[in-house]
């Protein structure tokens, strides 16, 4: 067989140039000679505004590309199996679909050169493309991608406005720096030597402290990874109100930003997010981005500004106040603050050049709560116009738990199916594994319902990562289950496999460290702390230790080896100590509430969300009969969350006697499926994600059913409800295509359409609230019956909109000054509806065609 890294040369360019050609749209003369360089994706002519090929085309030109190379290789030099040309063919025609999501611009792409700028494609190609070449194929792949990518730098350095956009480029980037200067002298007043040198100490160790994450499961189990190559940009967004399309950029405008462009959008941000979603790796970013005193990163507004990183958990101390700015270093026991001049946090906050992140406020006792908002609302009205980051669990605080003190409320969305595998590959990089590792892995993820949920956040997933491979390609598919396996790697499987002799003398099994350190997890659950004095953990393992085989042990000893050699504790700060995640505090604090019949007190705190995992996992851990009292009890205290939580806990029993099992079921029974819309919206405030696994599938009831459960999984706008939604996108029911085309608004914009959007039927109406909207309705090839939600601009529509595809159009707002004679640029439109009657002058612009009424208000 002929190497693959020879082919390219031999495909003549006067094939290849022609069949480049075709992915982009025509050079017109002055089409860049404006204020901006051009982006790639607007070259494109497969997902432009003025589509001259489909998407079908750039598989045709990645079919011929495979084809002639063949060609050019010759019979007797194949450089693959013939049977894997079209897994080959679908990988490079994915990777050049790429070019139209591609936010770089043409110059940068030429500046980037063939291989940097075949790598970047490549690596936002959809990885199961990619997992599915076998070695011979992804050379041919990567040779054939290489030899694309010269061809199209060589496009766009041919275009003829691509010299005349290059000084455009320079003029731009000299702007830029002179803006970040104007931005930096603006910040920095007049400074002491004393503040100024303290501020470059500083910022060194906020660059030392922040600049790493620490990646688990990696050979000794933690592994120090680069932020700057471990960082995952996840998305913020903000459910969006019905404010209006092109209107202000309110609350209710539908946000989605990347998670670290928050603050561009808004100087007071609190953001939400779920355990392990990634909060705390945003703050280090933020932090140390802040801190690098450079300007390459393109926030200005981070320029000249100082990081304060305040973790709540550290920071919030019993019988103690929260400290003021002065404090603030010392309170998170920074090694420099010793140094730090008298006054210098004030002076910097009064300059109004703070970003300050403080970090899980769930992190902190509820009852700690309220002090802590009025800490913050003193410290915003003592020194406005710094930059604050809050984060939080979602349930922790109420919704507009800040908003009185100028907060806007963002959520850090879930890790989508590109997200996760990003990261997986990422992992398995890090860890030198080959592909094959992490596409098992993938398919493994994606094919088991368990493991699908449980990968959505970076944590998960990093364990997830760690216990394939050490596992050799095998997982456990629930949650108990799968702790179980973390544990066991952790504390058991580790150090014994790596032939390690305990290097601090202390050797302690497995069973008698679960046990101490679940003791340790469910006094912190009990008493509602994330973490405790270095002095009460030693008290609480001081007095385990009788009662192990550990009695020519020390308190301190147990204690140092657990904090070694564990991977589960840490010491955030000088005489504390806390759990790595609350995933195993819950995990293992539920253990110990079962072994000790602590049944009373899990049940007195089920309705609180805190708890809810802890309940749960108490219920996997109890024996039947115990398992069986707890269901039952939860049934008995009759309100829709403790009914929830029965029916949750059925999945998480090991055994349940038939009659309980009949009890849960039958009274959840009088929840699921909700009869109504309305018993359906409030069974989805009531019990949140816990609906979901409880909702009825496409085929398990009949229609009037199926439409509550799909109405209820759609109030929620979660990442479990969308997977529990692509169930039903083929179902014949028109009343269920209806709901999921009306939900839209609730999901992530681009995610709904591709997921669920494209495969209905396109004639049930969808809202749209913006050019977004718009574009992402274009994408999938456009829609019938589209319906405007608040004012719109006229050129939007005739521009986004697919022309051959819609024929009835809702205009929900009153009707511009333009009037409505636009409408004759959609030639199969058939009926325009409106809020108000029509003026005869303007419906004398209505082409004679289209048919103007009055529809009856949709539910909501």
Known sequence: MVEATALGARIASSVVAPLIKKLFVADQPGAALVDKPVRIASLVSFSGEKRDVTPKDVEKVADELVRRALKAAGPREQPI???????????????????????????????LGPEAFAGKLHAQAPVDELFALGRDGEYFYQQLLLTAALHILNFFSQRSTFIARQQIVHSQQSARIIQAIDILLERLPSQSAEDAGFEALYAAHVAERHGTLTIYGLDAGTSEWPLDTAYLSLEATRERTGHGYGGSSGSGSGLHVPAEQVLAQHDQVLLRGVAGSGKTTLVQWLAVTAASRTYEHGLTHLIGRVPFVLPMRRIVRPGAEL????????????????????????????????????????????????????????????????????????????????????????????????????????????????????ASLLQAVRSTSELNRLATNPLMCGMLCALHRDRRGFLPQDRKSLYEAALTMLLERRDRERQLDHPDGVRIPYAIQIQLLQKLAWWLIRNSRSEMGRSDALHIIGQAIPAVDLKDRTAEEVYTSLLLRSGLLREPADDRVDFLHRTFQDYLGSRLAVQELDFDLLLNHAEQDQWEDVVLLAIAHARPKEAEQMLRQLVQRDTPRSKLLAAAGLRYAAEVEPTVRTLVEECVGSLIPPR????????????????????????????APVEMAVWAAARLGSEAALHFLTGFRDHPSQSVQEILAMSWSRFDRDLYARDILAHLPRQSTVDVRGAEDLRALRDIGGWQDINVVGAYRVEDLTELVVRERLTRLGLDAPHPVEGLAWLSAFPRLEEVRVTATLSAAVEQQVPDRIRVTIPPSRPS
């Open 81 to 111: 199996d013939p049977a894997e040309a079209p897994a080959v063919r679908n990988a490079l025609a994915r990777t050049l679909s790429g070019l139209g999501t591609l936010t770089i611009k043409d110059y940068e792409a030429v500046a």
């Open 676 to 703: 109504t819309f309305a018993r359906a919206s409030d069974l989805a405030q009531a019990g949140g994600d816990l609906v979901v696994a409880l909702l009825p599938g496409p085929d398990e009831v009949d229609e």
């Open 323 to 438: 400290p003021i700015p002065g404090d603030f270093l010392k309170a998170v026991a920074c090694p420099v603050s010793g140094e730090q001049p008298t006054g210098w946090a004030e002076r910097v906050l009064r300059a109004r050049r703070a970003v300050l992140l403080v970090d899980g406020i769930d992190e902190i006792a509820a009852d700690r709560r309220e002090a802590a908002r009025r800490w913050l609302r003193e410290l915003v009205r003592a020194f406005p116009g710094n930059l604050w980051l809050v984060t939080s669990r979602p349930s922790a605080v109420p919704e507009r738990w800040l908003s009185s003190q100028g907060f806007s409320e963002l959520t850090l969305s879930p890790m989508t199916r590109d997200d996760v595998a990003t990261f997986v590959r990422r992992w398995h990089r890090a860890a030198s594994d080959d592909d094959e590792t992490g």
